[in-house]
């Protein structure tokens, strides 16, 4: 029997996380303060986020070691199987080897119990009762619902309206784990009164949803607010992922020729893609491709400047691809990757040529979900679809090129809860959305003037 699965023993669980800012060339941009446009000191974040994750935030140390507690925790689902994709690699006829981690296999389904458990440790050892947060997918809420509920803290979940629409049951499922969920845009902070007295309609959007619960963690004392994805923080927390899939390639002596993620705010690409691309920076040989829609241009179409990271401008400014904090993407079905901006960490990546971007169009990746599926046998979320799409299509380039490539992917979600989206693709009713770049220069026109 051919082995599939190439699996870790709990001992072997990775007990530091690695942080890739001492490998750039370039130190990242400091964050702005966004009424100064100065930049921010750690008092200005201490009010939204605990002093641990600021010192990790801003850390230039290479390892920074995992707490006990959440190592308990992680082993629930972890270390994730790397997995042998025989069934894709036959339906695609291609000589490429196919692995991928499997992040689906978390209690909330996705990759986001990696950093949701570590944020909701440090906000309970600093004494913090209750968290905030947005969700696009619904499977950040999930996470961070499941973890506050494991350290005793209450969650209070801004969901982005058209997702929530989308996937009711997400929402439900947030309560199972005892959160309060509040669709977004919302008539319970000045953020979402603001932007329903424009638009009472408005489908909402992460830069929304991340503005409410700010606000909201910012106006109490008990409160501090949790980001899924884009800060330095939540992308380390991420690279378990990747230092896991190296012990597992190690053990079958493979090294890969290209890794690949789909991109949101960047979370579960750098907890892949990470480890790699530090070896990438010591000289290997190794394509790295994060995925994003074309409805949702951020690393193709956006510009790198400093932007605030959500609609009401209450973030510090982070320097990044963006497409204008009050972009609003089109209700396409994959919530996750409809947002405006990305982490730094990422756009230095892309800047030193360490990874490249790509963007897949909406009916292209939902072909590639349903051959995984049919192949593969695990239903991929929407946002995991975008990895699966270019995965499929370096695969034919390697059977028309005749090469034996190493491919290895994030499945960063299963799609359990999108049957909606998948209804809509049987239906025919699924549209590709090119963002135009004329709306993209309107929206930049917008950007913070800095001196
Ligand atoms: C399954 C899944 N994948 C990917 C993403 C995108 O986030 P990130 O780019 O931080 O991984 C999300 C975000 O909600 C998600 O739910």
Redesign the pocket.
């Known amino acids: 029997m051919q082995q599939r699965k190439i699996t870790l023993d709990e001992n072997q669980i990775p007990r530091q996380w690695l942080n890739i800012i001492p490998y750039l060339k370039n130190p990242p941009a400091p964050y702005l303060n966004p009424q100064t446009l100065e930049p921010a000191s750690p008092e200005d974040m201490a009010v939204i986020f605990p002093e641990a994750l600021l010192q990790q935030e801003m850390s230039t140390d290479p390892w920074i070691d995992i707490p006990d507690p959440v190592l308990d925790f992680l082993s629930i689902w972890r270390p994730t199987p790397l997995v042998r994709a025989y069934g894709l690699e036959k339906a695609l006829n291609t000589p490429a080897k196919i692995y991928y981690k499997n992040e689906?296999l978390s209690p909330a389904?996705?990759?986001?119990p990696n950093t949701a458990i570590a944020q909701a440790y440090y906000n309970k050892m600093a004494g913090v009762k209750r968290m905030t947060t947005e969700?696009?997918?619904?499977?950040?809420g999930c996470a961070l619902s499941l973890c506050c509920n494991h350290f005793d803290l209450e969650c209070k979940v801004y969901m982005v309206k058209v997702s929530s629409q989308q996937k009711p049951h997400r929402l439900t499922m947030m309560r199972i784990w005892g959160a309060s969920v509040t669709p977004s845009p919302s008539d319970e902070t000045e953020a979402g009164r603001s932007i329903l007295a424009q638009d009472p309609d408005s489908p909402g959007s992460l830069g929304i949803a991340i503005s409410e619960a700010v606000e909201d963690a910012a106006k109490r004392d008990d409160t501090k607010y949790g980001l899924?994805?884009?800060l330095n923080h939540?992308l380390l927390h991420?690279t378990i992922i990747g230092l896991e899939a190296m012990k597992q390639l190690e053990q079958i002596e493979i090294e890969p020729d290209v890794v690949i993620?789909?991109?949101?705010?960047?979370?579960?690409?750098?907890?892949l893609a990470f480890p790699f691309c530090v070896e990438k920076s010591a000289g290997k040989d190794i394509q790295i491709i994060a995925v994003e829609p074309t409805a949702c241009p951020t690393m193709t179409k956006g510009v790198l400047t400093y932007d605030f990271g959500d609609t009401a401008k209450m973030t510090p400014l982070m320097r990044m691809h963006t497409l204008g904090h009050d972009f609003i993407p089109p209700g396409i079905h994959?919530?996750?990757?409809r947002?405006h901006g990305?982490?730094p960490l990422i756009s230095c990546a892309i800047e030193e040529g360490l990874v490249e971007p790509r963007s897949v169009p909406q009916t292209s990746i939902f072909n590639a979900a349903i051959t995984f599926a049919r192949s593969e046998g695990i239903v991929p979320?929407p946002?995991?679809s975008h990895a699966v799409a270019a995965v499929v299509d370096e695969a034919i380039k390697a059977r028309e090129e005749g090469k034996e490539k190493t491919i290895l992917f994030n499945f960063?979600?299963h799609g359990h809860f999108d049957m909606t989206a998948y209804e809509s693709y049987f239906g025919g009713k699924l549209i590709d959305y090119e963002y135009p770049e004329e709306k993209v220069k309107e929206a930049l026109a917008r950007l913070p003037k800095l001196a």
Not at 334 to 337: S, T
């Open positions: 689906s389904g996705s990759h986001k969700t696009g997918a619904g499977q950040w899924g994805s884009v939540v991420q993620g789909c991109v949101g705010g960047g979370s579960n690409f750098a907890g994959a919530g996750g990757l947002y990305v982490g979320a946002e995991a960063c979600g």
